[in-house]
């Protein structure tokens, strides 16, 4: 029976000040600022100005931006999916590895991502290119005559982006399995199951937690992550992440911009609102 | 415990394979001598070449390189002493009796949400919110938004693992010192910081991969005069296929072995500390 | 003990977490160098007295008085009383001797008073030569020695102790007691000390506080708390204890006539008693005696016995009255023809051996 002591206490919370202030100003305030921003008119050069307007979202609202929302979607989607797919097994045996062949591959799996990302992305590029090692070995191999289109596609994109992403999956899952009471397991076996139900009805619920985590965090960042699609997307693909780029960068049109984050903003607010909905917490999102 | 099969240990190695395979495509060719400038992926033999024009100051990464060190080094620190007294004040709180008390306290509340929110939405969103922010308030873009920027987003990484660490410290420990004479300050200097030192350094160094890594944000809101390291690698790469690019990731490669075994170093120091410690019920 | 002058006195201590009372009006006064032991189950409040006396926790009304003084509102590091904390709470990144002088080197003491203090204290408890070690690298009793070091260096009027042995192996645990004991009265340090342990309290204490839902049920020396409860309660948490419920019948001076299944037996009075009421007789187990004739003692039932545990030394054997309550006698098995279950038996003590409770035990917060 402990309880933490009354009095000292409130001193304490306001070291939390700083912290709390610069992420009012920064973060906060900054947010708010875009958000008022999106529902301006366009001014001159890079700035806004009155009258107030919906009018940046009733652009959104049509077909070329829909399409981009929709496979910015997609793809978030599909590299969550595959990073569950792959990510997962890689936790769970990374997780049931001796100690020191753990700490080996947690440093393997670490040390690419101290690397520049686009230094990584860029090796893709290399791999897939028409003259690069894939189509030589392909052609090596008998297995097509002519160099494949492999690079500038929305697969190339994928590819990309699950390489990019697969450390957001495997940590949570693999810090959730560590901990896990393996007894468990072995008291499910005891009352019957099979391996493969013990795995579905105990071990799957268990990680739960670091399945969604998991999903969030590759889910959420894939649909900005703007240079990717850049460098490995062919002139079609069109990311939500661009379009920001683009308005900013390109078209200067700073409300429009500004919508457009909006709209991400929500998106992003809808996924997180529900993974606490399904009992996700922070915590479980930094390792 | 049963150990994994021969299945699985076959299946780490091909991910790992996939992991490393466009790494060590970019250091072969970091010693290919094809001097083509276009987009030729063929290993026509060996040579240092790239690796002298990398050197070359004229190619500007050594320029690149220090600034990122300058912001990853500023925004580190500053982020440190912000997240660090963050998870201080933070940790195990306490119901509040009164209005304003229960007022301040749910403002603290949602200061460390908005805190957090950094690494939880896409970063383009705050890399807009920022650079709109400061070209509203008129702050010229260079060193100083790009560190306000990085601070932003390291806060989360150190505020996080510090705060794990403290919340599983034995409050006894705190009490103890109390009890033995320490004022609360004298407390903190003396006990849980010292506790909090090896959470404080992997959440710096997490926190530094991410400032040198970044390169969202700091595309925005950098100035004429302040290319880091990424936003020159991406420069670089967006024209055209600069070999020497190649030879970059490669001294980049080497440093984060480095520095991740470093990094082991200190948290497995840190975790033999750790073991030492009593349990706390 | 009465002539001994009072150090410390807890007056009217109310404490409530949230909606709920942890203590309910608590007055004590601990004499100097006296050995203390708050006692009772689990969530009686004896932690949250305890940090309350050390200031860890302040109480939603009450005073304390620490030689006379008021200390209710003093800062924990400004009282002149240290703890020994239930997990020890040493410090994981100093070493022993460090640990040991931390409340010295926040008073600000100069090296070489440390130094010798530190020195004087490990050898107290016996751990010379362990001042490099980590706490990490220390048995579970050495720690317990280096904690106890630790919050005697300074001195201190009293000494808070949370279930310092709760952690220990029983031998090492018996071992312990002893040291404590004696280390007690070579200082001359009052102790105020938790268990749960009704034998620990036993044998270390001067006094035993039995606790109940925030409430002292009775504050006695051992042997009047055993020989003497005042309540079912206290008769039930300490030993094993028969609780035969009967009616007051006579009340003569000094004697109660207690009807029970139809036997009438004599017992000691007490004042609070009425006739008619219904009360309790509370006789330990061991003081109950079996026989399989009728032997002239003014305090004898008769009952059947139910079934009976051998138990190396000793046994305990369950014995059923006509009107369904149940005994337990244990005795030893020394001699003894073995009690057979549906056998009829007399059960009976000695008059001095029954005293007469209150019932509390259906008492709730």
Redesign the interface.
Known sequence: M?R???G?????????????????L??????L??IG?SLFTRGDG?AAQPPLTMGNYGRIASPLYLRSLLQSLRLAFWTALLCLG?GY??AY??A???PRAR?W?M?????????????????????L?????VNAALQFLGLVQRPLKLLYTDGAVLVGMV?AM?PFMVLPVYSNVERMD?SMVEASRDLGASPLSAFLTVTVPMTLPGILAGLVLTF??S?????LS??LGGSNTMLW?NM??NE?LKSRD?PF??AL?VV??AL?GLV?LLYRRAGGK??N??F | ????SRW??L??AL??L??????L??VL?SFNANPGRT????FEGFSLQWYEDLFDPAAGYGAALSSSLVLAFWSVLLSA???T??A???T????RKGLL?RA??S??S???H?????????????A??????F??IRLPFGMVTLV??H??FC???I???V??RLATL????E??????????A?VLW??TL??AVPAIVSGCL?AF?MS??D??ISF?VNGPQTTT??LK??SS??VG?PPH?NA??SV??AA??L???LG?LVS?GSLR????????? | MAERPVLLSLRGLHKSF?TQEALNGLDLDVYQGEFLTLLGPSGCGKTTTLRII???EQPTSGRVLLDGQDITAL????RA???V?????????MNVARNVA??LR??GAPKSEISARVDEMLELVQLTGYEKR????LSGGQ?QRVAIA??LI?SPRLLLLDEPLGALDLQLRRQMQQELKRMQQKLGITFIYITHDQEEAMSMSDRIALMRLGRFVQIDAPRDLYERPQTAFAASFIGETNLISGRAEAVKEGEVLLQVAGFSLPCVSRDWIVPGEALLLCVRAERLHLSHEPVPAPCRVAGEIVESHYAGGERTTVVRLPDGQVLRARHTTEGESEPLPGSRVYCWWHPDSGVLVRDDREETP
């Not at chain 1, 290119?129 to 090692?133: L, M, N, Q, W």
């Not at chain 1, 649909?223 to 240079?227: D, E, R, T, Y």
């Not at chain 2, 987009?39 to 063929?42: K, L, V, Y």
């Open positions: 402990r933490p002591r009354e000292s206490g409130r001193r304490r919370e306001l070291m939390a000040l700083p912290m709390s202030l610069y992420a009012a920064f973060v906060g305030v900054s947010l600022y875009v921003l890079f792959i097994p890689f045996f990374m049931k590895s001796r700490t591959m440093m393997l799996l670490i040390v690419p991502f101290w690397t520049n990302a686009l230094i990584r992305i860029y090796g893709w590029k290399i791999l290119s028409a003259s690069g090692p390489y697969i393996w959420i960042p649909i900005g992550l703007f240079f850049d460098l992440g920001v780029h900013l700073l911009a500004a984050s991400l903003l992003t997180i922070t915590e999102m930094v | 415990m049963k150990k994994n699985a240990s299946y780490m991910v790992l996939l992991l490393y395979l466009p790494i495509v970019v060719f987009a030729n992926f063929q002493v912000i997240g007294l963050g201080i004040g933070l195990r709180r306490r119901a008390a301040g306290a403002a603290l949602a200061g460390e908005l805190a957090m929110l950094p690494i939880m939405i896409p970063e383009i969103i705050l807009i919110a920022l650079m709109a922010l070209s509203a306000l920027s601070v932003a806060v989360p990484y505020y996080i693992t705060k794990g034995d409050p006894a420990l009490e103890a010192a109390r009890d033995l004479g320490a004022s609360p004298k003396t006990v010292p506790l997490l991969a040198m890594d390169f969202v925005f390291l990424p690698v991406y790469v967006k296929v690019v970059l990731c980049m490669l984060a072995f520095l991740v075994a082991q497995s500390r750790r073991r030492r410690a009593p349990v706390s019920g | 949230d050390a200031g860890l800062a924990p590091e400004k009383v240290n703890t904390f239930q997990n020890y709470a040493l410090f994981p990144h931390y409340g926040m008073r980590m706490p990490g690298q720690r630790r919050s300074l």
